[in-house]
């Protein structure tokens, strides 16, 4: 589409329509995007209801979604060497294992609070030794997950093709966090423990 004069005589005239109350909300660039953004939908639809776009090649017949539009162009190719081979580039891969320990990462949690809340409570209100010991272990696996899956994820992010796809990391503290609140709460005794060495025996 050209930028003819009229053109810009018609989006002045918008831009000009515009109630100066927005004018001091909104800076003049961002309205004069916002009136050049309508007058090219107008203008398309226009093209529309004159047949404008009847014409175009492929109309009518279905999409080909065998290659994946967001690829970059250097790299097509070799993607599809490699799905021909029935194999993925190692960052589809490396995403799939990042998505499938996400998952994993809740179940593992929702184990460990299902065999909390199956613990008989003791009298005294102390968590025994035992469930005291295995609760530590449990919770020093999962710190050790998160660091390895955002490990993970920095490489991801690293290698895959485009900004978009990247993951975002895990909020490690925070998943520490509510898993403490949340094994306190299926397990009493254990809020009875916070802030107490870890007294077991270290075995060679």
Known sequence: MRNSPAAACEVTHR???????????????????????RLAEER???????????????????????????????????????????????????DRDVRAAREELNAFQERHLDWLRRQPLPGDGRAPA??????????????????????????????VPQLELQRPRVDAAGIMRRFDERCAAAYPPLAQTEGEPDERNHRP
């Open 15 to 37: 831009v000009s329509r515009i109630p100066p109350s927005q004018h001091r909300e909104e800076d003049e660039a961002a309205l004069r995007e916002r009136a050049w953004r």
């Open 44 to 94: 398309i639809q226009e093209a529309m209801a004159q047949g404008a776009f009847d014409n175009l090649p492929g109309k009518g017949k279905p999409l080909d979604l065998r290659e994946n539009p967001f690829t970059p162009q250097e790299l097509r190719l070799a993607y599809k060497l490699l799905k021909d081979a029935n194999f993925a580039p190692d960052w589809i891969e490396l």
């Open 130 to 159: 035992a469930v005291l010991d295995w609760h530590r272990r449990m919770r020093a696996q999962l710190a050790r997950r998160l660091e390895e899956l955002n490990r993970k994820i920095d490489h991801l992010n690293l290698i």
